[in-house]
Nanobody, 121 residues
Framework: QVQLVESGGGFVQAGGSLSLSCAAS????????LGWFRQAPGKEREFVAA????????YYADSVKGRFTISRDNAKNAVYLQMNSLKPEDTAAYYC??????????????WGQGTQVTVSS
């Protein structure tokens, strides 16, 4: 089993930045591709970014490309999401997940509890 815990969410004005972290326990993450997803109230959960097990490959949703950066530190058993130039439409609960290299949430086995990001206009 893998337990994932996100942190770093909060309130920020449009144009600002936030850095999310996701720490794992129970099992190493080094063998898993990792992803970030988000879910806004009344909307379905959507893919944000993914990173391969080695960190050599990344993939982003078009809506965040050029503004968000996913990274990982296998030695620390953690994954990160640097979010710059934030927009009000980025407001959502953000979740990290471990599973398969995919943009679909059903391909991810382990999930964190989420951290809220709120961007004011």
């Amino acid at each position: 089993q893998v337990q994932l815990v996100e942190s770093g969410g909060g309130f920020v004005q449009a144009g600002g930045s936030l850095s999310l972290s996701c720490a794992a326990s129970g099992r190493t993450l080094s063998h898993y591709p990792l992803g970030w997803f988000r879910q806004a109230p009344g909307k379905e959960r959507e893919f944000v970014a993914a990173i391969s097990w080695s960190g050599s490959s990344t993939y982003y949703a078009d809506s965040v490309k050029g503004r968000f950066t996913i990274s990982r530190d296998n030695a620390k058993n953690a994954v990160y999401l640097q979010m710059n130039s934030l927009k009000p439409e980025d407001t959502a609960a953000y979740y990290c997940a471990a599973g398969y290299w995919s943009t679909y949430d059903y391909d991810y086995t382990y999930w964190g509890q989420g951290t809220q990001v709120t961007v004011s206009s």
